[in-house]
């Protein structure tokens, strides 16, 4: 859970005053993970006065993904010599244990910016990558409720993520709570909205409604038997497999509606094939395989 990853710390954590007892722990160690920030100053000091809230504020900008460390060289004098340190504001950047850049003086707040945006990159997502997949796993597993916690959780820290906002849709459609879901999905904000993974939760919902109104296979089979020609029997067929997991079976029925008549129903063959393939990942056999042989059915 998100709760116990060390590379997304409460918002408290991120920046904090050290000194030579504690930076082993609080620089070294704690950069393994995530870049750690340390800020060497003095209460005299002019320009410390200017570049330590800078720093501070494009750290907190940072979400968790760069830590900061204050150390004054007053009271920390051994470490200041054995890190050279000859005038301050001194700034060094540590990752994984090792120093990574540094600079002097004091900089202007677009290059504080880039300075930890830079050091932000070294971490990739500060750990939120490992929790969605962490929550994808659980509702792989069944566990719904449990995956939409995670998946509100990376909201929370990342409201623009995209895979966590088509995750928590997915668990409610998961769940059977389809209104939820519809509800998020219907007030995406506007940078997710055409998101592929939001397109694919949308692709899901439409066929769990599908599901949910799906007939007996067993009748729709028999009603196919006795009259081949029957384009609604092997729509609602397809349907019907789709709903009890036969997903290879669906597309089967699908692409034989297709052949037999293309543009029944407005096309409607066609239509929820792209349903289906929009709902299920690009790499998928399944997906691959049945968009060759739509495609050579349409330029037949």
């Known amino acids: 859970m998100l709760g116990t990853n060390s590379a997304a710390p409460a918002k408290g954590d991120w920046i904090k005053d050290s000194s030579e007892a504690t930076f082993m722990k609080d620089v070294i160690d704690a950069s393994v993970d995530v870049p750690v920030i340390v800020d060497f100053w003095a209460p005299w000091c002019g320009p410390c006065k200017t570049l330590g809230p800078q720093l501070e504020a494009a750290v907190t900008a940072a979400k968790g993904k760069v830590r900061m460390v204050k150390i004054n060289v007053d009271e920390n004098q051994q470490i200041s010599a054995q890190l050279r340190i000859q005038s301050i504001p001194t700034v060094y950047a540590f990752f994984q244990g090792r120093p990574v850049d540094a600079f002097q003086g004091a900089l202007p707040p677009s290059e504080v910016k880039k300075f930890v945006d830079k050091l932000a990159a070294l971490a990739g997502d500060g750990g939120l990558g490992a929790a969605l997949d962490e929550a994808e796993a659980m509702l792989a597993e069944g566990?719904?409720?449990?995956?939409?916690?995670?998946?509100?959780?990376?909201?929370?820290?990342?409201?623009?993520?995209?895979?966590?906002?088509?995750?928590?849709a997915r668990a409610h459609i998961a769940a059977g709570t389809l209104d939820q879901a519809e509800a998020l999905l219907n007030n995406a904000p506007a940078a997710l909205a055409k998101a592929q993974e939001v397109e694919a939760a949308r692709a899901q919902l439409a066929l769990a409604r599908q599901a949910a109104k799906a007939g007996p296979?067993?009748?729709?089979?028999?009603?196919?038997?006795?009259?081949?020609?029957?384009?609604?029997?092997?729509?609602?067929?397809?349907?019907?497999?789709?709903?009890?997991?036969?997903?290879?079976?669906?597309?089967?029925?699908?692409?034989?509606?297709?052949?037999?008549?293309?543009?029944?129903?407005?096309?409607?063959?066609?239509?929820?094939?792209?349903?289906?393939?929009?709902?299920?990942?690009?790499?998928?056999?399944?997906?691959?395989?049945?968009?060759?042989?739509?495609?050579?059915?349409?330029?037949?």
């Not at 566990?143 to 928590?168: I, M, S, W």
């Open 217 to 300: 296979a067993d009748l729709l089979r028999a009603r196919l038997e006795a009259d081949p020609s029957d384009h609604q029997a092997r729509f609602d067929l397809a349907q019907a497999l789709h709903a009890s997991g036969d997903v290879e079976g669906a597309i089967d029925q699908l692409l034989d509606l297709f052949r037999r008549d293309r543009e029944w129903n407005n096309g409607a063959a066609r239509a929820q094939l792209f349903t289906i393939f929009d709902a299920m990942k690009p790499n998928d056999p399944l997906v691959q395989k049945g968009r060759r042989r739509l495609s050579s059915l349409i330029f037949a």
């Open 143 to 168: 566990a719904a409720v449990d995956a939409a916690e995670v998946f509100a959780a990376v909201l929370a820290e990342e409201p623009q993520n995209a895979r966590a906002f088509a995750g928590l």
